[in-house]
């Protein structure tokens, strides 16, 4: 059995039961499917790797509180579809105390949870298993509960996996680090490799086909590459323009390793140099990246940091020209965010946009103070519109955002990204050096 399964066991209430289902496959088009992907939570808790699976975790049963549901051996099947760990392998190699086929989970389902008082599952997500679980319940309800003891109260058990999930173990933390490094070197690549005339879906293939060449399932993320103004849009994803000599080109990509996700952003100049307006841009939030960065950490909050790269922010546009006036009136209008208009990061885990409650309350009033586990992003970025008549001519068109991923620790924080600079003269170095 897996320990985070065992610290989930530990959490639930007396007399308690959970269903916890896997991914399904999803049509792409037609007769195909998209590439699996296991939902995170059952992939924590579980690490079984198949689609159309069911975890039941009851730990009343003294001697067999984790079985798994899940696909049978099936040679045509295999033949076809890949092979499959079946009912042996759920047992002999994912730790289930016992296995039994999919086929037989709606038949199961009254025996599993009649005698429960509370149950754990999250609607909504598998509608086929919603619909088993409610029927069953309202079946006895219409039995008016005379012959059956099913659970009394529901209980969704995100927020006990999203805080688990909150606070990696040494383990996922050697595991983020593997997936940040690779990372890494795939934004180093580019930098040695990008020159004018190549398309953006070029850089793309190049980074990804790395990330997989070293070890990673592929791309955390679908990937950004925008050069030009096209670093002004946030979730820029064709990736399919040219990349022209005096534009910058912003890369936000990150692989997958093992489950875990990196995300890093790098933006530099297509031809190996920027321009004196590029850099003015580019030192005012790489200072803004690097104050945030040494801001997270333990006793610092969530809000704080989002609060605190404002104000820098908005300092440094007044500083640059983009704004006039006092800095706490700008901030009060919220005219930053004509430039800056997302958060200055978030959780990172088995997902990009990690589980995990960033706030201690209902009213937001509370924000999650920083711990010892957590791994956050930190991207602090300017934007400045093509069209922005308002802006200084020399800034429009300019996109710039600068990533890495950050550990707290006990006594400070760990950049796990460091790998890939972002100082301004050794990106110019590493691309001069790429270009010999």
């Given at each position: 059995m897996r320990e985070s399964l065992k610290r989930f066991i530990d959490q639930m209430e007396e007399?308690?039961?959970?269903?916890?289902?896997?991914?399904?496959?999803?049509?792409?088009?037609?007769?195909?499917?998209?590439?699996?992907?296991?939902?995170?939570?059952?992939?924590y808790l579980t690490g079984f790797p198949e689609p159309d699976a069911i975890a039941i975790i009851s730990p009343k049963n003294k001697k067999s509180p984790y079985t798994l549901y899940v696909r049978p051996r099936d040679p045509l099947m295999e033949t076809w579809y890949g092979r499959r760990q079946g009912v042996e392998g759920a047992v002999k190699n994912f730790g289930a105390d016992k296995a039994f086929s999919i086929g037989k989970f709606e038949a199961d389902l009254p025996k599993l949870l009649d005698g429960h008082d509370r149950l754990y599952y999250r609607f909504s997500v598998d509608r086929e298993i919603d619909k088993m679980i409610l029927s069953?319940?309202?079946?006895?309800?219409?039995?008016?509960?005379?012959?059956?003891?099913?659970?009394?109260?529901?209980?969704d058990p995100t927020p006990i996996i999203g805080e688990m999930r909150l606070h990696k173990t040494p383990e996922e933390v050697e595991l983020m680090q593997t997936s940040a490094n690779i990372a890494a070197e795939a934004h180093i690549l580019a930098m040695k490799k990008v020159k004018p005339g190549m398309n953006e879906g070029q850089v793309e293939a190049l980074m990804e086909a790395y990330m997989r060449d070293k070890g990673a399932s592929g791309v955390a993320y679908n990937s950004i590459v925008g050069g030009g103004e096209n670093a002004t849009i946030l979730h820029y994803v064709e990736n399919n323009a040219e990349l022209k000599d005096g534009d910058l080109l912003l890369i936000d990509a990150g692989a997958e390793y093992q489950g875990y996700a990196s995300d890093i952003t790098?933006?530099?100049?297509?031809?190996?140099?920027?321009?004196?307006?590029?850099?003015e841009v580019y030192d005012v939030v790489l200072d803004v990246q690097e104050k945030c960065i040494d801001y997270t950490k333990t006793g610092n909050t969530v809000k704080g940091r989002q609060e605190y790269s404002i104000e820098l922010l908005t300092e440094g546009m007044v500083k640059l020209g983009l704004l006039k006036g006092k800095t706490k009136d700008l901030i009060k209008k919220k005219a930053y965010m004509k430039y800056y208009m997302h958060g200055v990061g978030h959780f990172l885990g088995l997902d990009?946009?990690?589980?995990?409650?960033?706030?201690?309350?209902?009213?937001?009033?509370?924000?999650?103070?920083?711990?010892?586990?957590?791994?956050?992003?930190?991207?602090?970025?300017?934007?400045?519109?093509?069209?922005?008549?308002?802006?200084?001519?020399?800034?429009?068109?300019?996109?710039?955002?600068?990533?890495?991923?950050?550990?707290?620790?006990?006594?400070?924080?760990?950049?796990?990204?460091?790998?890939?600079?972002?100082?301004?003269?050794?990106?110019?170095?590493?691309?001069?050096?790429?270009?010999?």
């Open positions: 007399n308690s039961v959970a269903v916890i289902p896997a991914a399904r496959e999803k049509t792409r088009s037609y007769d195909t499917e998209y590439k699996f992907r296991q939902d995170s939570d059952f992939w069953y319940l309202s079946g006895q309800r219409v039995r008016r509960l005379k012959t059956a003891y099913p659970p009394h109260t529901i209980i790098r933006t530099f100049p297509v031809n190996g140099k920027f321009t004196q307006a590029q850099r990009v946009h990690d589980a995990g409650r960033y706030f201690t309350d209902q009213e937001a009033k509370n924000s999650k103070p920083f711990a010892p586990g957590m791994v956050l992003t930190v991207e602090p970025g300017i934007y400045v519109p093509a069209d922005d008549k308002t802006a200084p001519a020399k800034y429009r068109g300019i996109g710039i955002r600068i990533e890495d991923d950050v550990l707290v620790t006990e006594d400070g924080n760990r950049n796990l990204t460091a790998k890939v600079t972002k100082d301004p003269d050794e990106i110019e170095a590493i691309m001069a050096k790429g270009r010999k």
